[in-house]
């Protein structure tokens, strides 16, 4: 299986750039999509194959990396954006990471 | 507008059996590969299975394998997951999403809640 590490955390202020991180075991090209996830809601798609934009989600999130790591970049970080946010590859079967969780001072 | 609305969760004791549906609107189904994904509570998300477009190929993670059957009904724009042999770790919301190719999950539904428990 192919393993997606996140950090389990981060903690940024309004109107800063944060940026997440994932680092799959194995290299899976540019195949790495990125999904938020609000509580009690179900997750959302922001990115697919690494840096495209789903329709619909603000320019202020973006997208980098292929092989082995990726980056999920939001720039700026408004308060809406508290959620989770998850990896996930499809180059090796579909493996998510453990998620992020973003919190605003 | 695409909407998939997941049915069929409930409590259920280990060991028996429990069927969910997802019927999907707003898109044209039978074009779209079709997958389930679990998240057990305060947990992480777990892909369950995937079906092509024609129902003639599937698949399933080492964790469910040969207890879970995915499959679908294009007629009825309704994909299924038969899932047997439950246990307590198969607790978890169970969303089903429409797929682009073998890649994204680009729509997710409200899920549904099993719970697997004596």
């Known amino acids: 299986d192919t393993v997606l590490t996140q950090s389990p955390a981060l903690a940024v202020s309004p109107g800063e750039r944060v940026s997440i991180s994932c680092r799959a075991s194995e290299g899976v090209n540019s195949y790495m999509h990125w999904y938020q996830q609000k509580p009690g809601q179900q997750p959302k798609l922001l990115i697919y194959k690494a840096s495209n934009l789903a329709s619909g989600v603000p320019a202020r999130f973006s997208g980098s990396g292929s092989g082995t790591d990726f980056t999920l970049t939001i720039d700026p970080v408004e308060a809406d954006d508290t959620a989770t946010y998850f990896c996930q590859q499809s180059w090796n079967d579909w493996t998510f990471g453990g998620g992020t969780k973003l919190e605003l001072k | 507008e695409v909407q998939l609305v997941e049915t069929g969760g409930g409590l259920v004791q280990p060991g028996r059996s429990l069927k969910l549906s997802c019927v999907a609107s707003?898109?044209?189904?039978?074009?779209?590969?079709m997958y389930w994904i679990r998240q057990a509570p305060g947990k992480g998300l777990e892909w369950v299975s995937s079906?092509?477009?024609?129902?003639?190929?599937?698949y399933y993670p080492d964790s469910v394998k040969g207890r879970f059957t995915i499959s679908r009904d294009n007629a009825e724009n309704t994909v299924y997951l038969q899932m047997n042999s439950l246990r307590s770790e198969d607790t978890a919301t169970y969303y089903c999403?429409?797929?682009?190719?073998?890649?994204?999950?680009?729509?997710w539904g409200q899920g549904t809640l099993v719970t697997v428990s004596s």
């Open positions: 079906i092509n477009t024609d129902g003639g190929s599937t």
């Open positions: 999403a429409k797929g682009i190719a073998a890649n994204w999950f680009a729509y």
């Open positions: 707003g898109f044209t189904f039978s074009s779209y590969w």
